[in-house]
């Protein structure tokens, strides 16, 4: 139990599908954080909420859209993808975000193939 | 700007042999450092950190030193085991997280 849950664990879907992931945290946590992982790149980090609010977006292209609806949750929606968007969809929280001492709490992930 | 390269894998180990995972980084201000874990199929978890210059960061048998004057923070273990079979980022964190690309390590019986 990693504090962190994130559902599902893996998905497969079409180019024309829509479909969210899901993060989950009970640490009571104000920032939390999408992040991509690809093989042999460094973590991308997508989105950063802070007290609900969106404080950074990294350049993300649209077909991924974020949602916090409480410091407890937050949403990754995912329509039109391509191939390349395959990869480990990561969400982590953090106390909060100006606190540079803390590292992050990771869940699992969601292994995401578009097909 | 802020960066962090780690050694490239994979290192391969045999049980109870010593590891060294090489990790410099490039940081403006004073960052704090940090060594993640990932096992198979898991999100990262927090190994150990180091908050400023000389601490030494330490968990699970694993240590590493924040150095300011070669700009390291290299993690080592005296003698791995199987079960540290993972993959180990090395991480800053500035504004935000910087992490590097990973090493893979399999340590065998």
């Known amino acids: 139990e990693t504090g962190v849950t994130q559902t599902p664990r893996h998905l497969v879907m079409g180019m024309t599908n829509k479909k969210s992931l899901k993060c989950e945290q009970h640490?009571?946590?104000?920032?939390m954080y999408w992040y991509k992982q690809s093989a042999k790149k460094p973590l991308e980090l997508m989105f950063v909420y802070s007290l609900e609010e969106r404080v950074e977006n990294n350049s993300v292209p649209s077909r991924f859209s974020p949602e916090c609806p409480n410091s407890s949750h937050l949403f990754l929606h995912l329509h039109t993808l391509q191939p390349e968007d395959s990869a480990l969809y990561l969400c982590?929280?953090?106390?909060?975000?100006?606190?540079?001492?803390?590292?992050?709490?990771f869940g699992s992930g969601t292994r995401l193939t578009v097909v | 700007g802020n960066s962090v390269t780690q050694m490239e894998g994979p290192v391969t180990l045999s049980e109870e042999a010593f590891l060294t995972i090489n990790c410099t980084y490039t940081a403006t201000g004073y960052p704090s450092l940090f060594w993640y874990v990932q096992y198979p199929g898991e999100g990262l978890q927090l190994l150990l950190k180091?908050?400023?210059?000389?601490d030494k960061g330490s968990n699970k048998g694993f240590e590493a030193t924040y150095r300011k004057e070669t700009t390291s923070f290299h993690l080592e273990k005296g003698s791995v085991q199987v079960s540290d079979s993972a993959v180990y980022f090395c991480?800053?964190?500035?504004?935000?997280?910087?992490f590097g690309t990973g090493t893979s390590l399999t340590v065998i019986p």
């Open positions: 640490l009571g946590h104000n920032a």
């Open positions: 991480a800053l964190r500035g504004n935000q997280f910087y």
């Open positions: 982590a929280s953090s106390q909060d975000q100006i606190e540079l001492n803390y590292g992050y709490t």
């Open positions: 180091a908050t400023k210059a000389d």
